[in-house]
């Protein structure tokens, strides 16, 4: 099981606002980043730190934390949004990240 | 323009060895932490592990500490997963990422993905 959980779906109409969540006691001390990744497509990076969006990157999405969670915002979700979304976080002792297990997002 | 440029896809035999590659070009590859990924048909990503060229610092995630062997080559600015060993469940996209700092918090550019079938 992963240190990092995530709802496994989420749904959303087309134009309102959507929260990916993710949970783990590491989010306590670091924050979350987050990928998208289509359909047969590799991952891109979303949102990361505590308020870092890449270039190229709509600001409809926007993150935040609190305690052991960290949620991934949608503000007027497109079609182009639906995909899985994967938060992960450092590892405390130095190995590699962690990842949660994904959340599908469906735009109705 | 920053790209990580995968080899491609492979299918071998359970028992066989294989070695993987990504290759990065547009950036200074030694100063960028690379991560491999695994995706299997239908399932979530998982770190295997990260390398930092530069050194360098190759640290396994727990769960694939044995299994592969990531390795790079400055030189040539590739980094390369490789397994001495296959077995049907290492059927599985791999994808390599870069990302930069002491520690890769995050990973900005992606390859394209590698497709492994390991059947006999």
């Known amino acids: 099981s992963s240190e990092l959980t995530q709802d496994p779906a989420v749904s959303v109409a087309l134009g309102q606002t959507v929260r990916i969540t993710c949970q783990g006691d590491?989010?306590?001390?670091?924050?979350a980043t987050w990928y998208q990744q289509k359909a047969g497509q590799a991952p891109v990076l979303v949102f990361y730190?505590?308020?870092s969006r890449p270039s190229g990157i709509p600001d409809r999405f926007s993150g935040s934390s609190s305690g052991n969670t960290a949620s991934l915002t949608i503000t007027g979700a497109q079609a182009e949004d639906e995909a899985d979304y994967y938060c992960?976080?450092?590892?405390?002792?130095?190995?590699?990240?962690?990842f949660g297990g994904g959340t599908k997002l469906t735009v109705l | 323009e920053v790209q990580l440029v995968q080899s491609g896809a492979e299918v071998k035999k359970p028992g066989e060895s294989l070695k993987i590659s990504c290759r990065g070009s547009?950036?200074?590859?030694?100063?960028?932490?690379i991560g491999w990924v695994r995706q299997m048909p239908g399932k979530g990503l998982e770190w295997l592990g990260i390398?930092?060229?530069?050194?360098?610092?190759?640290r396994y995630s727990p769960s694939f500490r044995g299994q592969v062997t990531i390795s790079a080559d400055k030189s040539f600015n590739t980094a390369y997963l490789q397994w001495g060993s296959l077995k049907a469940s290492d059927t599985a996209f791999y994808y390599c990422?870069?990302?930069?700092?002491?520690?890769?918090?995050?990973?900005?550019?992606w390859g394209q993905g590698t497709l492994v079938v390991v059947s006999s």
């Open positions: 730190g505590k308020n």
């Open positions: 390398i930092y060229p530069g050194d360098p610092d190759i």
């Open positions: 590491r989010l306590r001390t670091y924050y």
């Open positions: 992960d976080s450092r590892d405390t002792s130095g190995n590699p990240p962690v």
């Open positions: 990422a870069a990302g930069y700092g002491d520690y890769p918090t995050h990973f900005d550019y």
């Open positions: 547009g950036y200074n590859f030694p100063t960028y932490w």
